[in-house]
């Protein structure tokens, strides 16, 4: 139930490489909207392994998440991160979503409770502290977006974003580092073919799942026609999340946006672009993805190609 007053959360769902990142940190171009990132990854890519924030500092460093943390939990010491990761890894899985979505009136155990309770928390304190009232949470996972919609004071919307399975396909062989604070640097996870057809497959229908089930407002968005209309589909999402017509998207100009610093605590490395970014679909997959792996996909992903609306041949 939806009361006055709930915090509006608008999730970013989708799988592997789709521009989350990217269209999170446009989103946070608008006025009342404030990009947060991969919201699930607080709490070890944050707390724990202290990775720079898309303003560059250190997470500890960050004076944005600190004033999160301060708010949310009187300081992120306090928090007792070790349980709060133990339930994060036990609970927040794919498996657990056709019981969360079965027994949607049934409360939640002790455990589950307590971690939807910090992330309401936290949410509010993202809210809070940066005055905005739409946090774009760019998690993609489909069982967070549920844990999301249990708590009692957020008021959530899910904006489904895919892309052609080829291009996601040929993203992941790609060999993209991520920034650490201190020691080695990890690179954003890859997969083969396969691995990443049935990876598609499963999140991609998990989200139409949740869209069906009617327990969140759900939006599709074809990262394609994102970066074809930028002007229109970005006003569109922000219609969907803030259930209001006027936004100012004047940081897009010609094929450019023009992006201020932001605050996503984890995600694709883009999120440390500062100023004007050109937009264009990264469709390099036509050229370079090997014709039997492109076969693969195609014939491991059809029912989804087809219900997106992307050519089979
Ligand atoms: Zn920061």
Known sequence: ??????????????????????????????????????????????????????????????????????????????????????????????????????????????????????????????????????????????????????????????????????????SNTKHVLKTVTAGRPTALPRNGSVGSSARYTVYNGLNDVIARSRMIPAMRLRYEDLIDDPRGKLLEVARHASGDDHHDVTFLRGDEAVLAENHLVDGNPVRFTQGPLRLRVDDEWRRRLPTRQRHTISALTYPFLRRYGYPVR
């Open 1 to 170: 139930m939806v009361g006055i007053g709930d915090t509006r959360v608008l999730v970013i769902g989708g799988w592997g490489r789709c521009g989350s990142t990217l269209l999170d940190m446009m989103l946070g171009q608008i006025e009342g909207f404030v990009s947060a990132g991969e919201v699930r990854e607080v709490w070890l890519r944050g707390c724990v392994e202290n990775r720079p924030c898309g303003c560059g500092d250190p997470f500890r460093d960050c004076v944005f998440w600190s004033r999160v943390g301060d708010e949310a939990f009187g300081g992120w010491d306090r928090l007792d991160i070790e349980a709060i990761l133990g339930v994060r890894y036990r609970r927040d899985r794919a498996w657990g979503i056709p019981r969360l979505l079965l027994a949607r009136s049934r409360p939640l155990d002790g455990e589950l409770r307590r971690y939807v309770d910090a992330l309401e928390r936290l949410m509010k304190a993202i809210a809070t502290v940066s005055g905005a009232s739409v946090v774009v949470d760019s998690s993609k996972l489909p069982m967070h977006t549920l844990l999301l919609a249990r708590a009692d004071g957020l008021d959530v919307r899910l904006l489904h974003l895919v892309r052609d399975s080829r291009g996601v396909a040929f």
